[in-house]
């Protein structure tokens, strides 16, 4: 098995939540929170503010730690059991 972590931002976007769409080479669809992996030696929060700008271009602020989710996907080679690390976050732009 695989351990993978992720951190993301559950964004407050001009009073919405803002959501990405993901479509991967036509195999998944789907609307998905901003996150991403944790680089080496990057802390959590750093993460999620990093991949939040990355993926929106929104500059958003952390408002808290909200929490942990927690999942297994299949790969090629093994199985992948991933932990996302999400935080509260608040962005005007």
């Known amino acids: 098995m695989i351990e993978a972590t992720s951190c993301g931002g559950v964004v407050i976007f001009r009073g919405k939540i803002l959501l990405l ?38 500059d958003a602020v952390i408002i808290k730690y909200v929490g942990q989710s927690s999942y297994t996907f299949n790969v090629p080679e093994d199985v992948v059991e991933k932990t996302v690390h999400w935080y509260l976050m608040m962005s005007d732009s």
Do not use: Q
Request: no cysteine; aromatic share 14%.
């Open 21 to 58: 769409y993901k479509n991967y080479r036509n195999r998944y669809e789907g609307w998905v929170l901003p996150k991403g992996t944790v680089e080496p030696g990057e802390e959590y929060k750093d993460t999620a503010a990093r991949e939040v700008k990355e993926e929106t271009s929104a």
